[in-house]
Nanobody
Framework: QVQLVESGGGLVQPGGSLRLSCVAS????????VGWYRQAPGKQRELVAR???????GYVDSVTGRFTISRDNAKNTVYLQMKSLKHEHTAVYYC????????????????WGQGTQVTVSS
């Protein structure tokens, strides 16, 4: 089993910054693509940023230039640095990862974290 645990959410004023962290633990051989998603009240969950082995990185247009995804492979951790936050960034942010659990099974399994609440409000 693989667990993803997010942290770093909270209440922040407009224009402020937060850094979210997601730590993966459990039966992990390698973590391939990882991403951050968010779900605002009354809306569907949407992709925010995703990186494939730290090489190919993509962002939803609305966060380009404000959010940065990064990863520390040695710590099985992915980060989302968020700057210049706006009210519309308020949502529950989820970590998602494609994990290869053993070196003899090349299949990748997809996992979700429980989410961390980000609230942007004055």
């Amino acid at each position: 089993q693989v667990q993803l645990v997010e942290s770093g959410g909270g209440l922040v004023q407009p224009g402020g910054s937060l850094r979210l962290s997601c730590v993966a633990s459990g039966s992990i051989f390698s973590i391939n693509a990882v991403g951050w998603y968010r779900q605002a009240p009354g809306k569907q969950r949407e992709l925010v940023a995703r990186t494939s082995c730290g090489i190919t990185t993509g962002y939803v247009d609305s966060v380009t230039g404000r959010f940065t995804i990064s990863r520390d492979n040695a710590k099985n951790t992915v980060y989302l640095q968020m700057k210049s936050l706006k009210h519309e960034h308020t949502a529950v942010y989820y970590c998602n990862a494609d994990v290869q659990v053993t070196n003899w099974d090349v299949a990748e399994y997809n996992y979700w974290g429980q989410g961390t609440q980000v609230t942007v409000s004055s």
